[in-house]
Nanobody, 122 residues
Framework: QLQVVESGGGSVQAGGSLRLSCTAT????????MSWYRQVAEKEREFVST???????RYAESVKGRFTVSQDNAKNTMFLQMNSLKPEDTAMYYC????????????????WGKGTLVTISS
């Protein structure tokens, strides 16, 4: 069974850095995309970053220039290096595995992790 697990959240002061990790297990012989999202209580979950199929990184405007996404395909792991953190970055950060290839048994589904909490104090 596919599982997505995030780690690396914590509490830091504004201007600090954190590195989040996301690992997908239970996947074999599939191509897929991993993406980062975040959510503040009572607000919609918003897109943060992803790496698309051609290897290009995409970012929300609010994090461009501060966050860097990378991935280790061999280990089914994605990282999010977050620098120059701001109080408004405080949120639960979620990782999703999605856009599976059509031959994959997970095709058409989205798998979410349970999230990792990031708290930035001013």
């Amino acid at each position: 069974q596919l599982q997505v697990v995030e780690s690396g959240g914590g509490s830091v002061q504004a201007g600090g850095s954190l590195r989040l990790s996301c690992t997908a297990t239970g996947i074999s012989d599939c191509t897929y995309t991993m993406s980062w999202y975040r959510q503040v209580a009572e607000k919609e979950r918003e897109f943060v970053s992803t790496v698309v199929s051609d290897g290009t990184a995409r970012y929300a405007e609010s994090v461009k220039g501060r966050f860097t996404v990378s991935q280790d395909n061999a280990k089914n792991t994605m990282f999010l290096q977050m620098n120059s953190l701001k109080p408004e970055d405080t949120a639960m950060y979620y990782c999703a595995a999605l856009r599976f290839n059509s031959a994959c048994p997970y095709y058409g589904r989205v798998y979410w992790g349970k999230g990792t909490l990031v708290t930035i104090s001013s």
